[in-house]
């Protein structure tokens, strides 16, 4: 009985480490996976784009980012002085 016991472990042993043979690899570069384009490329047409950006062009996007934290943003010059 302990002998089975022990057979029985020991093939359920072997058989999970057999198993791990399987795996897939599992890499960034693999088929399957899209990478992210840049953020200044855009979807496409929006109504919720900002005038005046123009999708590609990285330097009227980042202008824009500036524009946004300084202005839209920072509520210490959103702020009405009372």
Known sequence: MIQRTLTIAALAAVAMTLSACGD??????????????????GVGS???AQGGWKA???????????T?????QNDYTRMTNQ
């Open 24 to 41: 897939q690899p599992q890499e960034l570069s693999g088929s399957g996976v899209k990478q992210d384009g840049a953020p200044y490329t």
């Open 56 to 66: 590609g062009d990285r330097n009227s996007w980042e202008q824009q980012l500036k």
């Open 46 to 48: 929006s109504q919720y």
């Open 68 to 72: 946004r934290a300084q202005y839209g």
